[in-house]
Structures are given as C-alpha cells and as structure tokens.
C-alpha cells in the first residue's frame, strides 16, 4: 500500500474493504457514512445490483474495442439515452474517461469549431474566480481556484477569470436576487469588452459551483443573461456539470433548473457513480457538423474514450436514475437534507450560510456570522473538519480557506441518491460533532 501515491495524507488512510448502500467499511470493519459520494460520486452508493450486473454481463461479451476501428452497443446505447435528456440543441455525445478529459474535450471542440467557421482570432477562456474545472493542464487553466494552479502556473494557457454569481459574498445590503444576479453576468459582458469580442472563444462555468466553493447556484436570471451576452459576441457558453449534473440537484442535468442550454456541456462522476471512470461531453450538432463538413473530424481522442465496460456502468446508472424515480428522490431527500441542516446550524455561531439544491448541499464556515469573516487559513480547518468527521464514521467533503482570499471554509455535502431519512439524520448528527471537534 505504501507504494501507491494517490493524494495528501495518503500515508495515514484507512483502506477501503467493502461498500453497502451508502456506508464504505475498512478493514478494521469499521463503518462510514458517505455524505459526499467521495467527491460527489457515489451516486447510487456503493452496491448497486444494476449496475454490476450490467458491468458483468458486458464483460462476458466484451470489455474493449478501440474506437478507431468499432463503435460498441452500451456505447451508442448510452450515447441516446443522454440525449433524449439533455438541453434543448444538444445531440452529439463524446465518451471519455473522466472530468479533467471531458474539460480538456470541451476547450478542443470550441476551438475547432471556431477555426471551421473561419474565425481564427478567437482563443481566449474566460471562466470565473471560484471555479474548479479539473487537473490536467488544460481544465487547470480554466479553473479559478489559486492553490491549484500556482505551481503549474508558467505552464497554463492563458486564461481570463471573472467573479462568480456568489450572492452570500457578493450580494448588497438590499440588491435583489434578480438585481444582483443580472449585475454578476455583467462582469462577463466587461471582459468579453475588455478583451475584444472577436479574440473570445468560449466562457465556462459550473450551474452550481461545487469544491472551490461548496454547492454555490446562480442567483436570479444569471445564466439567462450569461446566454444572451454569449449569444450576441458568438462566445460559446460552456457548463461544467462535471459535479452538479446527473441528477445530483434534482433535474437530470441542473442547468433545467436555470433555464438555459448551453452549446457543450461535460459530465463526468455520477455518470459513473464510482463503479467505471466515465465522463462525457456533449455538444450540439451545428458544432460537430461544421466541423464534419469543414476539416472532417474532430482532431481529439484518448485510447479509452468510448470504454464498452465503462459505457455500460453509464448506461446502467443512467436507467437507474432516470427509470427508477430517483429524481424526485433527490429534490424530496435534498429537501429533507436542507431542513435537518437548517434546524441544527441555522443558527449555529460559525455557521454562515446553507445553500444548494436536491442532494448538493454545502454550509460555509465562517469566524464571524455577522461580518462572514472566515477563518484563518492557517488553521488548516478543512484537513481538520475531513479528520473529525472520518473519527466519527462520517465521509464529507470541506474545503476552502485560501480560494482566492475571499471565500472561506466550507463543508460540502453530496449523499447517495438513495439515502435514507434516518441516514440523513445521522449524517447531520456526525457532521455536528465533527464541527465541534474541530472548531
Ligand atoms: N469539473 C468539475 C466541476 C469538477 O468538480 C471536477 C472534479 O472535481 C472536474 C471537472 C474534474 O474531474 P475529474 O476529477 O474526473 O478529472
């Protein structure tokens, strides 16, 4: 084990023996309640019947075809199911293995299609402050969030960063949701401006902003405006569902819930739910068709894009979710999870705020509730609130303390889709103790 380098602390790691439901067991048999799916992952908790079944079954027929020479069945199968439901406009599916990939995909396809319809000029990202896009060099670069990027910074892609649609930061005293959400999207307009409307290809963003910012919506009509600036400078608005999409808040993909389509989307983790590394980007037809009657074919690919055996976890997942009434399980527990997390930190003294929606919650742990000073960053809080909350058989997700100087620590929380009431329950109830512990 110790020859196996995957992560900060990974020394002092319990091992991972057995998954049931929504609790991990380790070797000592000791038992934890997954509250944040890992890194809201474990959408369906970790032994669904479904889905190993369906692993199996395509493992006996099949496990690998290189996409250069086959398509597979559960890879087309999967391709039309994310359709049927996906944003108005989007009909082109491409399969990788992960988040970071679908990311990297993304940025590639903006910039092809920009160059097949003849606009060369424009190469420039703009993303926003809290934001978090994945690990490789590409979605690095993309994403805001400064510790993450620090050490690679000579080697990232020249990037443009905007401030989020925060409303529990950035709100006025008396500025309405609508107000200030209209004036957020503002911020994009000024850039786009700033740099020159023809230099900018696309501008990316997470619906509801998960690890650098903990379970973060827009507010008002933010991403309506967000569609309309992209709309009249030709940017291509990219969202990241990597995190909040597959159902996670409620609607299959939790941009249904603020009323835009976007021109791609990636998905990634709950795709898979932990039981194959899967992730997608999606796009529309009017993108990949410029780019099959311009140069022919999109110049990307990864050895495993298309997986079958990863193919057919997603699709399996995907039933799971969409056939089995898991959606509105999620917006009811998600309610249940608000109200359980209202009731014991509403007005808990370093408790500031409790956002999020369906099974994507997050609490912001502040110093001062008044002034929503945050904690010093040097306290190390997160690593503190993760050690508590794993004595006390508790999988949560805190982060924060040094995005971008601003935005302090949080607890990000992103149970199974089949958690029970009771098990909501106990979540608050561990995560309670664990905060005590730790502050
Ligand atoms: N995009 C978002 C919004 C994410 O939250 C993440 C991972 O946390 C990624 C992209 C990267 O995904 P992966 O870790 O699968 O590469």
């Given at each position: ?16 023996t ?28 970790h032994?669904d ?6 692993i ?39 399969l990788l ?10 940025i590639?396809l ?11 000029g ?15 060099l590409?979605?690095l ?18 990037t443009?960063?905007?401030d ?9 005293d ?10 957020a999207a ?15 290809l ?6 509801v ?9 827009s507010?008002?009509?933010?991403f309506?405006?967000?569609r ?13 569902e ?11 993909f939790?941009?249904e ?10 998905i ?11 992730g ?5 037809a009017?993108?990949?068709?410029a ?5 022919g ?28 009434g ?14 359980a ?5 509403g ?29 010093d ?12 909350a ?13 995005v ?27 995560l ?5 512990r730790?502050?």
């Amino acid at each position: 084990m110790a020859n196996h380098v995957f992560g900060r602390g990974s020394g002092a790691l319990p091992t991972a023996t057995r998954g049931e439901g929504c609790y991990i067991y380790d070797e000592a048999g000791r038992a934890y309640l997954d509250g944040s799916g890992g890194a809201a992952v474990s959408c369906l908790g970790h032994s669904d019947e479904t889905v190993r079944a369906a692993i199996h079954a395509q493992l006996d027929q099949i496990a690998f075809a290189h996409t250069g020479f086959f398509t597979s069945e559960p890879a087309e199968a999967l391709a039309d199911k994310l359709i049927a439901h996906a944003p108005d406009g989007i009909d082109r599916v491409y399969l990788l293995s992960g988040g970071s990939e679908a990311v990297e995909a993304a940025i590639k396809l903006a910039r092809q299609y920009a160059l097949e319809i003849g606009q060369p000029g424009r190469h420039r990202i703009i993303a926003r402050r809290q934001s978090y896009h994945g690990n490789t060099l590409g979605a690095l670069a993309a994403g805001g969030n400064a510790w993450r990027r620090e050490k690679y910074a000579p080697l990232l892609m020249e990037t443009y960063h905007i401030d989020p649609c925060f409303e529990y930061h950035h709100r006025h005293d008396g500025e309405s949701l609508e107000d200030y959400g209209q004036r957020a999207a503002q911020a994009l307009e000024d850039e786009i401006q700033r740099l020159g409307p023809e230099t900018v290809l696309a501008f990316i963003a997470e619906p509801v902003v998960g690890a650098t910012a903990g379970a973060v919506p827009s507010a008002g009509d933010y991403f309506k405006h967000i569609r309309e600036i992209c709309d009249r400078h030709g940017v291509l608005l990219i969202l990241d569902e990597v995190m909040c999409g597959m159902g996670r808040t409620g609607t299959f993909f939790a941009c249904e819930q603020d009323g835009v389509a976007p021109d791609i989307v990636t998905i990634a983790k709950g795709l898979g739910a932990g039981y194959a590394p899967i992730g997608a980007m999606l796009s529309s037809a009017r993108i990949f068709n410029a780019i099959a009657q311009g140069s022919g074919s999109f110049q990307h690919g990864h050895t495993y894009h298309g997986h079958p055996l990863a193919a057919a976890a997603g699709n399996a997942v995907v039933s799971r979710i969409l056939d089995d009434g898991l959606l509105p399980q999620v917006r009811d527990r998600g309610d249940a999870l608000e109200a359980a997390l209202r009731q014991r930190f509403g007005q808990h003294p370093h408790v500031g705020d409790i956002r999020g929606r369906g099974l994507f919650r997050g609490i912001e742990l502040v110093e001062d509730r008044d002034t929503k000073q945050s904690f010093d960053p040097s306290r190390k809080l997160n690593a503190k609130v993760k050690k508590a909350a794993m004595d006390e058989g508790l999988i949560c997700y805190p982060a924060g303390g040094t995005v971008d100087g601003r935005v302090g620590d949080h607890v990000l929380l992103a149970p199974p889709f089949i958690i029970s009431e009771d098990q909501i329950g106990e979540l608050v109830d561990k995560l309670s103790n664990a905060l005590d512990r730790a502050l």
